[in-house]
């Protein structure tokens, strides 16, 4: 089974401050991990992904994510906060060992309120 | 290169009625998902198709809920008889899930937001 958790329902921040929004996860083998974002009534944007390779990964709008195997994480940051940015955030895990299945497990996401 | 259509955007119908949800994913993508996204939740997937076949539907409530996808493109989702806590949006998405082009992430159409009365 493979689950996420997003601790943070509501993260709010100044706009040009750094901002996180966080993530763990859970699976039985080696993950696949991605960040995608939703503005009102609009569907999910993919943001980011992490597959393997280098831990640092960077996506759209300046993101980035840092995946960390022993803390089983995958943070969202950027390094400075847009107004613009405001939105609800999920994070999402696929095992790399599902085959066919290729599903993914969404968080319950995090709603980021830049602050102008 | 268009994006996954969904049709309506948004339906309110009364419980006990009926209601179908249309999804024409992105062409080429094999792989097409029904998700169900609760309002303040994550989406829920509800069923998976590979071409016309169904991959896993573990999640679909089949007693009220089915959808098919008869040819391997579009795909319908019907919900017969509606009940209050359908209230959702349900989102479709697809992938292409040939080996080498298959990087894992879905692409998201709009969305069809039902209110169950």
């Known amino acids: 089974a493979q689950s996420v958790a997003q601790p943070e329902d509501q993260v709010n921040v100044a706009e040009g401050n750094p901002l996180t929004v966080k993530c763990t996860y859970s699976?039985?083998?080696?993950?696949?991990l991605f960040w995608y974002v939703q503005y009102p009534n609009r569907g999910l944007q993919f943001l980011l992904k992490?597959?393997?390779?280098?831990?640092l990964v960077k996506g759209s709008y300046g993101f980035e994510a840092e995946f960390n195997k022993s803390q089983t994480s995958f943070h969202l940051k950027k390094p400075s906060a847009l107004v613009s940015d405001s939105a609800l955030y999920f994070c999402?895990?696929?095992?790399?060992?599902?085959?066919?299945?290729?599903?993914?497990?969404f968080g319950s996401g995090t709603q980021l309120t830049v602050l102008p | 290169e268009a994006g996954v259509a969904q049709s309506p955007r948004y339906k309110i119908i009364e419980k006990r009625q009926s209601v179908a949800f249309w999804c024409n994913p992105i062409?080429?993508?094999?792989?097409l998902y029904w998700y169900q996204q609760i309002l303040g939740q994550g989406p829920k997937l509800l069923i998976q198709?590979?071409?016309?076949?169904?991959?896993?539907d573990s999640q679909l409530p089949k007693d009220r809920f089915s959808a098919e996808r008869l040819k391997g493109v579009d795909s319908t989702l019907k919900i017969q008889p509606a009940k209050l806590e359908d209230s959702a949006v349900y989102l479709c998405?697809?992938?292409?899930?040939?080996?080498?082009?298959?990087?894992?992430?879905?692409?998201f159409g709009e969305g069809s937001r039902l209110t169950v009365l």
């Open positions: 062409s080429g993508h094999a792989t």
């Open positions: 992490y597959i393997t390779g280098d831990n």
């Open positions: 999402a895990v696929r095992d790399r060992s599902s085959g066919s299945a290729r599903q993914l497990t």
């Open positions: 998405a697809s992938t292409f899930s040939g080996s080498g082009r298959n990087t894992g992430e879905l692409f």
């Open positions: 699976v039985s083998g080696n993950p696949y």
């Open positions: 198709f590979q071409n016309n076949g169904v991959v896993d």
